[in-house]
Nanobody, 124 residues
């Protein structure tokens, strides 16, 4: 079992910044792929970013590339999503997820564990 707990969401003005955190605990997760997804009201859950925990390789959705940065802290067992130059369309509930032996990082159905989500609201 892997437990994921997100924090850091809130209200931010367009153009501002926010950092989301996801505390990871449980079984050894060094071989896992960690991802951030988001879901806006009335929309499907969509991929935001992912990182291979062991290699550090990162992947981004086109909509956030150049604005968001995913990273992890091995010592703290924490996943981060630094969100810069946020836009109203970034408003959503953000979820962190963990998956083992993933080939395709953008498919939510391939992830095994999910956090409870944290709300991000961007005002215009």
């Amino acid at each position: 079992q892997v437990q994921l707990v997100e924090s850091g969401g809130g209200l931010v003005q367009a153009g501002g910044s926010l950092r989301l955190s996801c505390a990871v605990s449980g079984r050894t997760f060094s071989s896992y792929t960690m991802g951030w997804f988001r879901q806006a009201p009335g929309k499907e859950r969509e991929f935001v970013a992912a990182i291979r925990w062991l290699s550090g390789n990162t992947y981004y959705a086109d909509s956030v590339k150049g604005r968001f940065t995913i990273s992890r802290d091995n010592a703290k067992g924490t996943l981060y999503l630094q969100m810069n130059s946020v836009k109203p369309e970034d408003t959503a509930v953000y979820y962190c997820a963990a998956g083992a032996a993933l080939i395709y990082v953008i498919r939510s159905r391939d992830y095994d564990y999910w956090g409870q989500g944290t709300q991000v609201t961007v005002s215009s």
